[in-house]
């Protein structure tokens, strides 16, 4: 869920779900999400019932989400796994966000400001650190950690 508008291709409850402020912080308030934080001047956030509904049945679920919402998700599903996808470095990240040609240039000097700190942070605390310096290595190893066998003594 989130308050940012819709980018071009992106469809209402399929992306995201597209809700306004007042939407947003009501489910909020409601306990409706298992985390949400507020990135680049827009809330987004994980709706807890779609995510419960896909657990009660033994389903994984991979979240998209920055630090403070995988704090919190990690908070509400302890047995969760943390894997943090970092740029090979903030100047290729500068080099991403500006070709996205969506991005202003003061969204990108606070874009990078923020991943600086949550790059330092997130080595402290993840399970697992995916530089996506080339795509396709970067989503095999993110398939290999997903589908690695748990450690002895962990949660199934």
Known sequence: MTTRPPRPGEADGEDYFFVDREGFLAARDASALLEWAEYSGHLYGTPRAQVER????????????ELLGARQG???????????????????LEARLRGRGDTTAEQVARRLAVARAQIDEARSWFDHIVVNDDLERAIGEVAGILTAPAPPGSPP
């Open 74 to 92: 990690k908070a509400a599903v302890p047995e969760a796994l943390l894997v943090f996808i970092t740029p090979p470095s903030l100047q290729v």
């Open 54 to 65: 896909f657990l009660a049945v033994g389903q994984d679920v991979l979240l998209d989400i």
